[in-house]
């Protein structure tokens, strides 16, 4: 990474100290990898993939809504001349309100995600494996674009544009773009729907054919306990649409039903895969699942797929999980196996401006260490006239004034009726 951009990073990150940014919180996400799949059919074959990616950022919040991120990322395969394959900075600007987030810049994918039930969830984000490899979550580098989610009791969503590549003379530019929602109907019952594009174009330089990949999914989910287990069902409905070149608008349409069953028991969870589709073509999906054979050349019949696994989740510390996965793999009439294990560590350290810990800036400010972080609430005549409030009280049911305290409640009752003073500033 040339020496101008972590300069920058640097500046940038400094600026926010002197226009009264609150709290910085210093953090790492890590992502340490290994898997191997022993494949030799016509479809996809065998590959180990050993490594770590991860991010070392500073946060900034701004307020309690707007967080201004900046850091490095880097990729690094095991046993590669250069370890990191990938270097290059990590900024973005997240908007949060209630359960709805922002993010624009570097985009939030699976990669620092700590609730990967398996193997098969772990696509960059969470879509159907023929929609997208999971072994992308290894090899790509950061994505960085636009993105909007929601987290809340009934929608789960994530839609998201990725800019991979700027057109030039030399290539087309390209993006892949999608959107993930799971709704909640009646009770464990809930609506999924997919949707990814890939896309290569480009009005600055005629640099290679136009080209169009995408695909949708529809289906349904069930999940509910039963004694100490908890049972999963999903089923999907898949559509996909490949055009090669759009000056040659040929349009190749697939169809195929991906159907899931899990169950998880403590640490454990077993999941079953069947899958078939017809002439399915998607650029970035597992080739497993596709009707295209290594070689270029399209399968002509109903494709058949089915996978069987089992995963053990360990958590040997606060902000460290581990998956470890065997799988059992038949494409057409060839059987084969493969393993994985993964490593997801978060590291966070926050201070105040002042350089304190939130803890100590609370106990400063005279509030125990292990307090409900309060709220500041701005009004009254003055400028800068503040209250400390506990975190869940409203700010409407202060009258602040010329002469309000800035601590709340007051020390002692026996004061209430004395005249309040203004304080000097902390």
Known sequence: ???RTL????LLLAVPAHAGAQTYTFGADLLFFGDNTEFANPFRS????????????????????????????????FGAHEFLDHAEPAIALEIARGPSRFVFGSLRTITTRQDVVGPDDETLHRLLPPLQQETLTFTRGQEMGLQWLVTADRLDQ???????????????????????????????????????????????????????????????GWSARTGASRVTLDAHAVLTEEVSDRQWPVNNVGIGAFSRASVERGPWRSH??????????????????????GD??????????????????????????MVAA?????????YEYSYRIVARVRLRHGLTARGESPGEHRERRGAPAGAPAARTVRGGVGRGIAARMPAGLSPRAVKLGPCASRRWPPQASARRSAPSRPTSRD
Do not use: C
Request: proline share 3%; charged share 20%; net charge positive.
């Open 1 to 3: 990474m040339p020496y």
């Open 7 to 10: 300069v920058f990073l640097i």
């Open 46 to 77: 065998g590959e180990t993939t050993l490594g770590v990616s991860g991010q070392i950022f500073v946060d900034v919040s701004l307020n309690d809504a707007v967080t201004l991120r900046g850091g490095l990322f880097g990729l690094g395969r």
């Open 158 to 220: 994530d839609a998201w544009i990725n800019w991979q590549r700027l057109n030039t003379g030399d290539h087309r530019e390209r993006f892949d773009a999608g959107y993930r929602a799971s709704l909640g109907l009646a009770g464990p019952l809930r609506l999924h729907g997919q949707w990814h594009v890939v896309h290569e174009g480009g009005q600055q330089f005629d640099s290679g054919a136009v080209r169009d990949s995408q695909a949708a999914a529809l289906g349904l």
């Open 272 to 293: 079953l895969i069947v899958w078939r589709g017809r002439d399915v073509l998607k650029a970035e999906g597992d080739a497993n699942y596709l009707s295209r054979r």
């Open 296 to 321: 270029g050349t399209i399968f002509p019949r109903v494709r058949d797929y089915a996978e069987l696994g089992l995963t053990r989740h360990f958590r040997p510390a606060p902000g460290v999980h």
């Open 326 to 334: 065997f799988r059992i793999h038949r494409t057409e009439s060839h």
